[in-house]
């Protein structure tokens, strides 16, 4: 049965900000030369913005760019930055360090990264961009050539057996002259090119953290707006890269997150709970003590940089934002970047517009890329994440190095590996014993998914697919302990035993899932696949 189809000059899959400023450009760009070109945004999240999580700091740089007069059109950058603070954490104490240059947030704003998104998606329909919300995009297209010629999107209402329901409705073909994928970290579609045309071949594995945010509302008297904070040290263990962050927005609003590298080794760590124990650090505890938690999420970011870019373009599409990874790890941004991206990738698609018969590989976005600043952030800052390999204090020292001794600027150049090949064997690690939850300051998981307001068609088939379904307990169980019962911050993977206490089996809670991407990439043995679910589902985050 031949499906539906409706066609474009471009469809954007994800309504990021990368996303976003790409349907926007394009629009711009059109206008100005009195040419049509059609834009179609598909987003997955029942609502833009639904699916956004970052901390944020948003620096302005490519908005300006974008929008010059965001002011005066009321973009939601309503808390400048005020003071910038970087602690050192001990269990019991801290110590405040120079704060580093990159992390010098003068002229930046504190931002819900959702609502930013929300604002940019009235601006881009005003230019006449078609947006649709609650669509998954499930599938790449490809024409007699193998160039992408759009995506699919999912169908609704098949039922958990594969079969379709009596609320069946098959999914619709997007076709498009150029297809921008801005998935987000570790895009589900976007995995799929890497393979399709080889588009990791020169580069280094990517390295990924996870990212856990609350949002809290704290006492009038606790609130700062326009403070920022970063720390790094306790409770992580030395040979952990991460770090927190608190930052005050407005209303009496604070953000605090926490950021785990997931190229961890010990599979005893659980990142949720290093979170819910950084919370009662006595730096941190009297600032959310009297408030109330409103809103909670998790989602992975890429911190593989400048030697982690995959190739960018590929016959009928590009790559561009987190998908791509263009994350400047020592700013802690990647919005302003990934911004730009779809700026400069919607340039080099609508010069290939511009013809009867236009070239089917954007290559001029690669070119334009070496030629910005985003590349040359990169560039800066390509040594600062591995660096930490040596641990806690090596990558400290090594960072303060290369940023003020060689400026960026060291002859060589620092490489990654594989995130789930760093994960050691259970019997050579030490279990830790998390404290319990207060539920005041500190939580469990279920009560934090259920405030991230996620839910899902029950009747689906799983999203979270596994290659094969002996591997959890043949070998991540025997050797690994399941450290997915740990890695994931929404309860998705539990071990289940009968009352004797044999028989061990992994139970999959989909409906938990906040679609972070986390079991996609720490599985050591690579044996989960995560891909969409049916539109619409997942969390719906307010102000995140």
Not at 157 to 182: C, S, W, Y
Not at 433 to 460: C, M, W
Request: glycine share 10%; charged share 20%.
């Amino acid at each position: 049965m031949s499906r539906e189809s409706m066609e474009y000059d471009v469809v954007v899959v994800g309504g990021g900000p990368s996303g976003l400023s790409a349907a926007i450009r394009l629009k711009q760009l059109a206008l100005d030369a009195g040419r049509e070109v059609s834009v179609c945004l598909l987003e997955k999240g029942a609502e833009i913005g639904a699916h956004i999580l970052s901390g944020a700091i948003l620096e302005p740089r490519a908005l300006n760019e974008l929008f010059p007069d965001w002011k005066e059109r009321n973009a939601p950058l309503n808390t400048p930055v005020t003071e910038d603070r970087f602690m050192f954490l001990t269990e019991g104490a801290s110590v405040r360090l120079p704060t580093p240059p990159s992390m010098h947030n003068e002229g930046n704003y504190i931002v819900s990264l959702g609502n930013v998104c929300r604002w940019l998606a009235q601006e881009a329909e005003a230019l006449g961009v078609e947006i649709y919300p609650g669509f998954a995009a499930a599938e790449v297209l490809y024409d007699e050539q193998g160039a992408v010629r759009g995506v699919a999107t999912g169908d609704m209402g098949v039922g958990k057996d594969g079969q379709p329901t009596a609320n069946h409705q098959e999914g619709m073909e997007l076709l498009a002259r150029q297809t921008i994928f801005a998935e987000g970290c570790r895009g589900s579609l976007t995995k799929q090119l890497w393979s399709r045309f080889d588009l990791r071949r020169d580069a280094d594995p990517p390295t990924y953290g996870l990212g856990i945010k609350e949002l809290w509302q704290v006492e009038p008297g606790k609130h700062k707006p326009g403070l920022t904070m970063h720390t790094v040290g306790w409770p992580l263990p030395t040979d952990t890269y991460g770090g927190s962050f608190v930052y005050h927005l407005d209303d009496n609003l604070v953000s605090v997150g926490f950021v785990v590298g997931l190229d961890y080794p010990n599979p005893f760590l659980s990142p949720f709970e290093e979170f819910q124990r950084f919370k009662h650090h006595p730096a941190i505890k009297p600032t959310l003590e009297g408030g109330r938690r409103i809103a909670y999420g998790a989602r992975v970011l890429s911190e593989g940089g400048l030697q982690s870019l995959p190739r960018l373009t590929f016959p009928g599409g590009l790559l561009v934002g987190d998908t791509a990874g263009f994350l400047n790890v020592t700013k802690i941004k990647g919005s302003h970047t990934g911004m730009k991206s779809g700026m400069l990738a919607a340039e080099a698609v609508f010069e290939l517009l511009a013809f009867e018969t236009p070239a089917n590989e954007a290559v001029a976005y690669t070119d334009r890329l070496k030629a910005s600043w985003v590349w040359q952030e990169l560039e800066l800052a390509r040594n600062i994440r591995p660096s930490f390999r040596w641990g806690l204090l090596g990558g400290i020292a090594y960072s303060a190095l290369d940023t003020y001794l060689f400026r960026g600027k060291a002859p060589w150049t620092l490489h990654h590996h594989a995130d789930h090949l760093q994960t050691k064997k259970a019997a050579d690690c030490k279990p830790i014993a998390y404290p319990k939850p207060d539920g005041v300051i500190s939580f469990d998981r279920l009560s934090s998914v259920f405030l991230s307001s996620t839910n899902h068609e029950e009747n689906q088939p799983c999203h979270l697919k596994l290659k094969d379904a002996s591997v959890p307990i043949s070998l991540n169980l025997a050797l690994y302990d399941a450290p997915e019962q740990r890695y994931c911050p929404a309860g998705v993977y539990e071990i289940v035993l009968d009352a004797d206490g044999s028989n061990p089996r992994m139970q999959i809670n989909a409906q938990n899932c906040v679609h972070c991407k986390t079991c996609d990439i720490k599985d050591p043995t690579q044996n989960i696949e995560w891909t969409v679910p049916e539109g619409g589902g997942g969390p719906a985050y307010p102000n995140m």
